[in-house]
């Protein structure tokens, strides 16, 4: 039986803690799949297809620990695992307020389908602080993002935001 893994997320932009989630979470799953979430009401700076690719890109060299899989999706969590047959949902966790929340979300999801596992990684302590929010604010304010993303994303971060 092949493991599915489901890593959700908006990803607007990849930083280096989502990075180091998914090497870690493909040690654990034969299957990864990185849903990005089609999340309007969040306003991303990065549109869809641009995310997807930009996944893709910055997973490639991980597809021999698993396979790798990078695709939108809408709608609600647990319907979307249950779709891709993910046994388990792939979360990190970087601060209190994190596990408050990722607390009370996998509470809700497991009266959904208790079929479906929440793991949680902790963010390595190198990547605690960074959030996608953060990067992006400190490129707009023309900061530099290099310690916090890779270089083909800081260069397409500082390009949305004319400070390139």
Do not use: C, W
């Not at 930083?15 to 309007?40: C, E, F, S, Y």
């Not at 930009?54 to 021999?64: F, G, N």
């Amino acid at each position: 039986m092949t493991r599915v893994g489901l890593y959700p997320g908006t990803f607007d932009p990849i930083h280096n803690g989502h990075t180091d989630i998914i090497g870690r979470a493909v040690k654990l799953v034969d299957k990864l799949v990185i849903g990005v979430a089609i999340n309007v009401g969040k306003g991303p700076l990065f549109e869809l297809e641009e995310r997807v690719a930009i996944l893709r890109e910055a997973t490639a060299h991980l597809s021999d620990r698993a396979e790798i899989v990078v695709q939108p999706f809408e709608g609600l969590l647990m319907h979307y695992a249950r779709q891709i047959g993910a046994q388990v949902i792939v979360r990190g966790l970087r601060a209190v307020a994190d596990f408050e929340y990722e607390f009370q979300m996998t509470a809700m999801n497991q009266q959904l389908d208790r079929e479906v596992e929440t793991v949680f990684l902790m963010a390595d302590p190198r990547h605690q602080a960074i959030s996608s929010k953060l990067v992006k604010e400190i490129a707009m304010l023309g900061g530099d993002i290099g310690k916090f993303v890779s270089p083909t994303i800081k260069d397409a971060l500082m390009a949305k935001v004319g400070r390139a």
